[in-house]
Nanobody, 116 residues
Framework: VQLQASGGGLVQPGGSLRLSCAAS????????MAWFRQAPGKQREFVAH???????NYADSVKGRFTISRDNAKNTLYLQMNNLKREDTAVYYC???????????WGQGTQVTVSS
């Protein structure tokens, strides 16, 4: 299984970014997929989850600002992040699998920095 995350960068507060996670080596459509993040000096935390069937769910801190989506034809997971805040600064990781929580497979992470 390979997960390649991209789309991170430097953005001003209030700005937007879209993260992508391209997957290979899995049957994408039957996998649950999620985003986690880890800020400096903090533990990795849950951000958003797209189960293989059912509705997405979000951490309270990003609800209404972030949207998780998936394109099964492209084997790609997305995280649209709007109205970014300084506290969203972190390394973002995609997480994929069919069981357990967190799932078994992790991407390499992409840095998001929100700063003026």
């Amino acid at each position: 299984v390979q997960l390649q995350a991209s789309g991170g960068g430097l953005v001003q507060p209030g700005g937007s970014l879209r993260l992508s996670c391209a997957a290979s080596g899995i049957t994408f459509s039957i996998n649950g997929m999620a985003w986690f993040r880890q800020a400096p000096g903090k533990q990795r935390e849950f951000v958003a989850h797209s189960p293989s069937g059912g509705s997405a769910n979000y951490a309270d801190s990003v609800k209404g600002r972030f949207t998780i989506s998936r394109d099964n034809a492209k084997n790609t997971l997305y995280l649209q992040m709007n109205n970014l805040k300084r506290e969203d600064t972190a390394v973002y990781y995609c997480n994929v699998g069919v069981s357990g929580w967190p799932y078994d497979h992790w991407g390499q992470g992409t840095q998001v920095t929100v700063s003026s």
